[in-house]
């Protein structure tokens, strides 16, 4: 992706974490290969050591990451099962690209939920959407039933600021705020590297964290902020390839998620035999089969899958 020169932010990282060195560097230079920053993937796996990661604190300095590398991808904070997928490539030109330290998304990963600032819940703030200073990084808009969030957002910040947001925000719905239709059960990766995976939060009904999106945007290898959705002329179709792309289409830098008013939920148990469960499983098999070949009307099928849901 892309080539050219600016200003930028560059960290060393290690399978602990991040460390503090930094360089800020001019618009014509590139970190030189001394500097090498090894991505670790879990602990388990290291890409290339002369390749890079960026850190960008701003759309601007985002954009100047994107285009100033010949292999640039979005590697969210590394928590990914797949070495070849993760890395970014090879040698000084790869740029492994994380989101999380725009300034006002650092805020919520170093913010305890009950002290998140709620303004994002209100559309009448008019607050502009982005990470850096005074910019909303989570936009929920009642009406719509969506909410904007910034790709480096952390999952697990995302789902407690939609539970926080106040009772008025569900229009008159029962005042546990708001809530992702179906969640992920490991939460503490990017929304974005979540979504770009397409393998959390998985649902029968709902589908991945993926399949909730109903619109994103793209920055591509030239540095433009493209807008997609299913309503797109394409019918969608570079839409939902963005948003399953595992960072190689681009980096996705803002996400719209349909949402629903959080509900209380009581968990249970129940100890069962394998021959049970399989029965059960079973039953469920056979009430989809019967559905589908009567006529596949939508809301027998939906019936007979209810229960695994």
Known sequence: MGAGGAGARWRERDACGVASFSLALS???LPPLSLSIPLDRLGYFRCDPASRIGRPSSLADLRAQVTSFARVKAVGVGHSWDGAQFCAGTGSESLGLVLTEFPEVLKLYT???AHYDLAGCNPATHLPFGGEKGQAPILVDPAART???HGGVGTRMLIDFLAACPKASTGGAAGYGWALPAIPWYIDQTIGGAVATATHGSSFTYGSLSNQLVALELMTADGALLPLSLADPDGGHLFRAARASV????VLYSLTFAIVPQEAVERTKRRMTVEQMAAEVTAV????NAAVTGGGDPAEVAAALAPLD
């Open 247 to 250: 960072g190689r289409l681009g």
């Open 111 to 113: 913010t305890p939920p």
């Open 285 to 288: 098999q056979d009430a989809y």
């Open 147 to 149: 909410v904007k969030v």
């Open 27 to 29: 618009s014509s230079t």
